[in-house]
């Protein structure tokens, strides 16, 4: 039905596309071949080996997918569009269009706006906006607390009937475990999903960088990896208890790895992701003290990178996400300890993950698991896959195109990433988001409907 109504708001018939000459990779039906695909009414209506045709079908646009690769639309669970309240960073608008030119047709964005997403009529605004920009599908987390303050539990039935998928206090924690024990309580009543982000309101709170060697030789105050893992104690505790349905945010550490891994065979309700740059960077990389490396929870040690990275492959983490969070250039270029946590990371999710299956020769059909349909899976939906009948939503992107990460090719209102002057390999070309092709690199970027 929703979907129905957002075909409906489209001001221009939906178009009848064919796409063609590409590589198929669909991690839900295990497809990885040269196919055709056939769309009509926003629905993909037929999936073809190549230069067959379809009878009876006349196309309204042709894409050329020669050497490229389609896949389902990426589902990024963690992209904040810092709307409501810090435009002053980025906007709906510059975030949406960075998601898409990642590739990202479907994202989450978490409740930690300004004022944060605790009341209907926020969720309901900040979806319609988004509807209206007819781009990526938003999935707002409402806010587990009243004002994140960790005091009030919300109307989570409202602001479940608002739009929201979840709740979550975001990367505040709740320092009254008796209120945190009733919200779950609450949600597993109702069977409403919380997304807890492992951090001890109290130990390291007042850290910049991970606990070790490479903190204490650059004298930054450290943040230990017991600020994650006694978090993660608590909350498989009280999920014994309660029988709450669990989403873990950001893991960091070999030892929370582990303890995942340990829920995990015990049976609890858990999943769980891990930000894209947390698979790559470690704590020796803070060493020139760039606030573009500052980013929360930290970047740890190399074993703990390793950990994660073996985390992912064999399935104890779930999910990569972006942890996409813009920052003003004034708030980065300050002395590191100062310097506001996040990096800008929707249209690098893609590459850094083709980067990491290629050091850890993954099938790129694997790789895509954990952008599309796993994702799809922690989120509840029936997206993140193609297939005849389903939603097209669809990314298309060339795997060998090299390119240089700077300001200027950057869609985010953000350029703060630690991958500036990087050269990356993989590159989103074209994006669908309900049959509608939204965006195509070669003709300039967007199309006028979805500017």
Same mark, same amino acid.
């Given at each position: 039905? *929703?979907?129905?109504?957002?075909?409906? %708001?489209?001001?221009a018939?939906l178009?009848?596309?064919r796409?063609f000459?590409? @590589?198929?990779?669909? /991690?839900?039906?295990?497809?990885?071949?040269p196919?055709?695909?056939?769309?009509?009414?926003?629905?993909?209506v037929?999936?073809?080996?190549?230069?067959? +045709?379809?009878?009876?079908? %006349?196309?309204? &646009?042709?894409?050329d997918?020669?050497?490229?690769?389609?896949?389902?639309?990426?589902?990024?669970?963690?992209?904040?569009?810092?709307?409501?309240?810090?435009?002053?960073k980025?906007?709906?608008?510059?975030?949406?269009?960075? *998601?898409?030119?990642?590739?990202v047709?479907?994202?989450?964005?978490?409740?930690?706006?300004?004022?944060?997403?605790?009341?209907p009529?926020?969720?309901?605004?900040?979806?319609?906006?988004?509807? #209206?920009?007819? &781009?990526?599908?938003?999935?707002?987390?409402?806010?587990?607390?009243?004002?994140?303050?960790?005091?009030q539990?919300?109307?989570?039935?409202?602001?479940?009937?608002a739009?929201c998928?979840?709740? %979550?206090?975001?990367?505040?924690?709740?320092? #009254?475990t008796?209120?945190?024990?009733?919200?779950l309580?609450?949600a597993?009543?109702?069977?409403?999903?919380?997304?807890?982000?492992?951090m001890?309101?109290?130990?390291g709170?007042?850290?910049v960088?991970?606990?070790? /060697?490479?903190?204490?030789r650059?004298?930054?105050?450290?943040?230990?990896?017991?600020? =994650?893992?006694?978090?993660?104690q608590?909350?498989?505790?009280?999920?014994?208890?309660?029988?709450?349905?669990?989403?873990?945010?950001?893991?960091?550490?070999?030892?929370?790895?582990?303890?995942?891994?340990?829920?995990?065979?015990?049976g609890?309700?858990?999943t769980?992701d891990?930000?894209?740059?947390?698979?790559?960077?470690i704590?020796v990389d803070?060493?020139?003290?760039?606030?573009?490396? +500052?980013?929360?929870?930290?970047?740890?040690?190399?074993?703990?990178?390793?950990?994660?990275r073996a985390?992912?492959?064999?399935g104890?983490?779930d999910?990569?996400?972006?942890?996409?969070?813009?920052?003003?250039?004034?708030?980065?270029?300050?002395?590191?300890?100062?310097?506001?946590?996040?990096?800008t *990371?929707?249209?690098?999710?893609?590459?850094?993950?083709?980067?990491?299956? #290629?050091?850890?020769?993954?099938?790129l059909? =694997?790789?895509m698991?954990r952008?599309?349909?796993?994702?799809a899976s922690?989120l509840?939906r029936?997206a993140g896959?193609?297939?005849?009948?389903?939603?097209?939503?669809i990314?298309?992107?060339?795997?060998?195109?090299?390119?240089?990460v $700077? *300001? %200027?090719?950057?869609?985010?209102?953000? $350029?703060?990433t630690?991958?500036?002057?990087?050269?990356l390999?993989?590159?989103?070309?074209?994006v669908?988001?309900?049959?509608?092709?939204?965006?195509? @690199?070669? #003709?300039?970027?967007f199309?006028?409907?979805?500017?």
């Open positions: 039905m *929703a979907a129905a109504q957002r075909r409906l %708001s489209l001001s018939s178009p009848r596309l796409i000459g590409g @590589r198929l990779i669909d /991690p839900s039906s295990k497809t990885d071949r196919m055709d695909l056939w769309i009509d009414d926003g629905s993909l037929a999936i073809t080996p190549p230069g067959e +045709r379809l009878a009876g079908f %006349s196309c309204d &646009q042709e894409i997918a020669s050497g490229r690769v389609i896949c389902p639309g990426l589902i990024d669970l963690c992209a904040r569009l810092r709307e409501p309240g810090f435009e002053y980025a906007t709906l608008e510059s975030e949406m269009r960075a *998601a898409i030119a990642g590739g047709t479907r994202l989450v964005c978490p409740p930690d706006t300004d004022p944060p997403l605790d009341e009529g926020l969720v309901e605004m900040l979806k319609h906006r988004a509807r #209206n920009l007819i &781009q990526a599908h938003v999935h707002p987390l409402g806010a587990l607390t009243v004002g994140l303050k960790g005091e539990i919300t109307e989570m039935a409202e602001l479940s009937e739009g998928v979840g709740f %979550s206090q975001g990367p505040i924690p709740i320092a #009254n008796q209120i945190f024990f009733r919200a309580q609450y597993s009543t109702f069977e409403y999903p919380v997304w807890f982000y492992p001890d309101p109290w130990i709170r007042t850290g960088a991970h606990s070790g /060697p490479v903190s204490g650059l004298g930054l105050p450290g943040i230990p990896v017991a600020n =994650e893992t006694i978090a993660l608590t909350v498989f505790e009280l999920m014994r208890v309660t029988g709450a349905r669990v989403h873990i945010c950001r893991l960091s550490s070999a030892a929370g790895v582990e303890l995942v891994r340990q829920a995990k065979r015990e609890l309700a858990i769980a891990v930000a894209i740059h947390h698979l790559h960077l704590d803070l060493a020139d003290f760039d606030g573009n490396y +500052r980013v929360l929870p930290p970047f740890r040690s190399q074993r703990d990178r390793d950990a994660l985390g992912v492959l064999d104890t983490i999910v990569i996400c972006s942890d996409h969070a813009p920052v003003d250039d004034d708030a980065k270029q300050l002395p590191f300890g100062e310097a506001e946590p996040g990096v *990371a929707l249209e690098l999710l893609l590459p850094l993950t083709l980067k990491w299956a #290629n050091e850890s020769k993954l099938p059909i =694997e790789a698991r952008l599309t349909v796993n994702p922690v509840g029936d896959h193609l297939s005849v009948g389903g939603q097209a939503d990314c298309i992107f060339d795997p060998q195109d090299h390119w240089t $700077s *300001a %200027s090719q950057l869609f985010s209102q953000g $350029s703060n630690p991958y500036l002057g990087l050269e390999q993989g590159r989103v070309q074209s669908l988001v309900d049959g509608r092709c939204v965006f195509e @690199r070669a #003709n300039g970027g199309s006028a409907s979805s500017r």
